[in-house]
C-alpha cells in the first residue's frame, strides 16, 4: 500500500508531515541533521553542496528508521534545505568551517584537551597524576565523543613514557608523534620528531582528516601557545586544589585573545571551550 510501511507485522502510516511530527521526534531529526552534515564536513573537507544533500539525508533517513519514526523523505529534505544556512554559520561560529576561495571547508584544529586542578595544576609536584583517578568515569563522558574526532595526537616524550606506565598505549589507531631530544626514528606506536611545532603544524594542516590532539606535557604546550598554534582549548577543571606541581600554562609568552566558544558542568567538574580570536 502506498505511504504505508510494514515492520515487524505492523502497518505504519508513513505520510506525516514533519509539522505534525512529537516535539521530541523533530528534536531528534534536527540534532541528527546537524550531526551527520558535521559529519560530513569532517569526512570529505568540505561543506555539502547540493548535489551531496543526499548523502546527508540517506544517513539521518538510517536512524530515523532505527527510532521509528515514520516521515516520508522528502518531508526530511525540505527541513534539512530550511536549515542548512544555519548549520553552516554555526559550523563557521564554532570553528569547524572555515571560507577558502568562496568555499567553506573543513578548519583542521590543533586542540588542547586536557584537565588541572582547581588552582591551575595538570600534575602535582612529582608529575604524578594519580589525583586524576578520582574523576576518570566523569572525563569519560565527554572523552569518548572528542576522541572520535582526531586521528592525530602530539605529546613530548615524558608523557609518552607517562602514557606507557599505564598499559597498552591508548591512541594505536591515530598518528602519534613525540617530540624528544634524544630519541629519533620511530617504535611500535610513535614517530620520535625534533621539528619546530610551527612546520610540523603547516604539514599537517595541508593533509586532510581529523583533528589534532595536543596532549600534553607543560613545556611543550608553552612551545605551541608561544608560537600561537592552538586553535582550540577544551580545559577541564576538577574540584581539587593541589597547592603546588606543574602548572598548565608557564609564564614568559605573549598574550592569546580567546572566545568562549561552551561551558558545561557535571557534578563538580567543569568544561570549559575557548577559539583563538
Not at 9 to 25: A, D, E, F, P, V
Not at 125 to 151: R, S
Not at 240 to 262: A, M, N, T
Amino acid at each position: 500500500m502506498k505511504n504505508h510501511k510494514k515492520v515487524d507485522g505492523r502497518l505504519l502510516q508513513t505520510n506525516k508531515k514533519y509539522s505534525q511530527l512529537k516535539h521530541s521526534q523533530k528534536e531528534f531529526i534536527a540534532h541528527e541533521l546537524y550531526a551527520q552534515c558535521k559529519a560530513y564536513v569532517m569526512t570529505k573537507g568540505v561543506f555539502p553542496n547540493n548535489k551531496q544533500n543526499y548523502d546527508i539525508i540517506d544517513a539521518v533517513m538510517e536512524k530515523i528508521e532505527e527510532r521509528q519514526i515514520w516521515i516520508p523523505e522528502d518531508e526530511v529534505y525540505k527541513h534539512f534545505i530550511s536549515k542548512k544556512e544555519k548549520y553552516r554559520a554555526k559550523m563557521v561560529k564554532e570553528g569547524l568551517l572555515i571560507e577558502d576561495n568562496g568555499k567553506f571547508v573543513f578548519n583542521k584544529k590543533i586542540i588542547l584537551y586536557i584537565a588541572m586542578s582547581l588552582d591551575g595544576y595538570i600534575a602535582d609536584k612529582d608529575g604524578g597524576i594519580d589525583w586524576l583517578e578520582e574523576y576518570a568515569n566523569i572525563e569519560d563522558t565527554d572523552y569518548d565523543e572528542f576522541y572520535k574526532t582526531i586521528d592525530t595526537v602530539i605529546m613530548g616524550r615524558k608523557t609518552y613514557d607517562q602514557v606507557l606506565g599505564f598499559g597498552e598505549y591508548p591512541y594505536q589507531n591515530v598518528r602519534s608523534y613525540v617530540y624528544s631530544k634524544t630519541r629519533t626514528g620511530a617504535d611500535e606506536n610513535v614517530e620520535f620528531i625534533r621539528i619546530p611545532p610551527v612546520d610540523l603544524v603547516k604539514s599537517l594542516k595541508q593533509q586532510s582528516g581529523k583533528y589534532v590532539w595536543l596532549i600534553g606535557g607543560a613545556d611543550l604546550i608553552h612551545d605551541f601557545i608561544e608560537d600561537n598554534l592552538i586553535d582550540e582549548y577544551q580545559i577541564t577543571i576538577l574540584p581539587v586544589i593541589l597547592g603546588e606541581g606543574i602548572p598548565l600554562f608557564k609564564s614568559g609568552v605573549d598574550r592569546v585573545g580567546l572566545e568562549l566558544l561552551s561551558k558545561k558542568n557535571v557534578k563538580d567538574v567543569v568544561t570549559l571551550t575557548y577559539k583563538k580570536k
